[in-house]
């Protein structure tokens, strides 16, 4: 008797540990990668950012939906290559201060304080190439986004327990893994502007698309 009773108390025990775990597993919130993917490709291409730009040999000043200064050392009639520029994505600030209000997810991971989204406005790009209207910045680094510190979640739904370690451990991988993808994107992806005056420019006086020069 009481090893039937041992049993059906082993058997019942059991299946509730897996029941337990099954269900807190299901209730980890966690960032997709997914999410930030797109996340950053809205940053880069999917909102270029349209500038008007004041133009000089080696200099670009633009102002608009990014504000900021380019320097090139090689400026030909189709073609700009530079080395350094300076901005602040004043389109992407707004767009990512709405979405991390919106998006719980991004929001929960990437942060949904209005200081923290203009600070990490601000970037530094080492290769600038321009054709025509369209401006390319590759090696994009938020240097003001370093300041901060990757925070590692633990969802607040978490009920702390003898598990409590295990998920933390889920969440952990989890944030690392965003963490990488994001630094990634942001520093590799590269960036799109339009100068929307050498636009104008070219559609005006009948020019070439790729066409850099005023003259």
Not at 184 to 198: A, G, R
Request: proline share 3%; aromatic share 20%.
């Amino acid at each position: 008797m009481n090893k039937k009773l041992f049993f059906l108390f082993f058997f019942r025990l059991n299946i509730f540990i897996r029941s337990e775990i099954i269900d807190e597993t299901v209730d980890v919130k966690t960032t997709g990668v997914t999410n930030v993917v797109f996340f950053c490709l809205a940053n880069k291409g999917l909102l270029p950012n349209v500038n008007y730009t004041k133009s000089f040999k080696y200099c670009d000043f633009y102002f608009g939906s990014s504000n900021g200064l380019e320097f090139y050392f090689i400026n030909k009639e189709k073609f700009r290559l530079g080395l350094f520029s300076f901005r602040h994505e004043s389109l992407n600030f707004l767009f990512n201060t709405l979405v991390t209000n919106c998006d719980k997810n991004i929001g929960y991971y990437l942060q949904d304080d209005i200081l923290f989204n203009f600070l990490s406005g601000f970037v530094i790009s080492f290769i600038n190439i321009k054709f025509g209207p369209i401006s390319i910045n590759f090696l994009n680094l938020y240097f003001f986004r370093n300041m901060f510190p990757w925070p590692v979640f633990i969802h607040p739904s978490l009920n702390k327990g003898f598990k409590q370690f295990m998920k933390d451990n889920v969440i952990i991988m989890n944030s690392n893994i965003i963490t990488s993808i994001y630094l990634l994107m942001m520093l590799f992806v590269p960036s799109v502007k339009i100068d929307i005056c050498q636009l104008v420019y070219n559609i005006k006086n009948k020019k070439s698309f790729f066409n850099t020069s005023k003259v």
